[in-house]
């Protein structure tokens, strides 16, 4: 320590090792960015699928068909299912739904729905409905 000492006094130039050295992390932030970026580019994002339904243009509309009457499907307050205004359990929506549309072809399928109404019971329904080959029946929320 003390030779130190005299050498910075003398001018001489120091040799020990506390040189204060530190890591240059530069070139590892660029890879880092590098890579983020190429990961981002290359991802795929899938796309959720939803469940298809249509929006009515109008309540007129709806109730008056041109062609002929809908094909109600009511689920009240309660979560229970009736069919052109016959209570029916949730198994049967399917062949009713299957033996409505080949006596009535052009007929649109209509859900319609109290506020109340808890999801599992109407998507319940609609799978029926998808299982019976109708993907986009109308939807309507109608008033309490």
Known sequence: ??????????GCPQNDNSDDTGIDITPLLDVVFIVLIFFIVTASFARESGIGINKPASDHALINPPSSLPIVLDIN???????????LPETAIRATIVRLKAELPESQVLVTLHPKVRTAAMISALDKLRSAKIFKPSVRLVPS
Do not use: D, K, V, Y
């Not at 320590?1 to 003398?10: D, E, F, P, Q």
């Open 1 to 10: 320590m003390l030779t130190n000492i005299t050498r910075r006094l003398n």
């Open 77 to 87: 307050a309660n979560n229970e299912i009736s069919i052109q205004g016959i209570p």
